[in-house]
């Protein structure tokens, strides 16, 4: 039998996200964002989190979904790889669950040109698009894309 995994849900527009648990850092309420002259596109600025400069990914312009300011009750999800950090913008965090394989269909077996999203995470109430964390921390991607 696999071994389950494990992933932080998180929402944007009541739609839910999944990241793997080994790619976040962890979940933090929104904070204000400084702008960054000359960023690429997706990239809404910096922000200072304990100290440490994390570049704030515009998460809706990534996933083409309608643009809107930074809540208040927004969270960030910081993750990271060996050679990126990244936040994104979420609309909340609704936690950590564990799913076998069998409930997850892989996205390149359904549409193998879908650029963000790895899989898709089956729950007895919903569905969750599990995302490709390369693609979004590599962020300059299609920087021109949306101008």
């Known amino acids: 039998m696999d071994k389950p995994e494990s992933y932080v849900v998180f929402t944007i527009d009541n739609q839910g ?21 000359g960023a690429p596109d997706m990239v809404l600025g910096v922000v200072n989190i304990h100290g440490r400069l994390i570049t704030v990914i515009n998460t809706r312009k990534r996933f083409n979904l309608p643009v809107r300011e930074l809540d208040p009750k927004d ?58 964390h390369d693609n979004i921390l590599s962020y300059d991607k299609g920087r021109d894309q949306h101008s």
């Open 75 to 132: 969270k960030f999800v910081i993750l990271s790889d060996s050679k990126r950090i990244a936040a994104i913008v979420v609309d909340d965090v609704t936690g950590i669950i564990e799913t076998a394989a069998g409930d997850v269909l892989l996205a390149k077996d359904v549409f193998p040109d879908i650029e963000n999203v790895e899989g898709i995470i089956k729950l007895a109430d919903s569905i969750i698009y599990w995302l490709n």
């Open 17 to 37: 996200y999944a990241l793997n648990l080994n790619v976040v850092e962890r979940a933090v309420c929104a904070a204000e964002v400084t702008p960054l002259p």
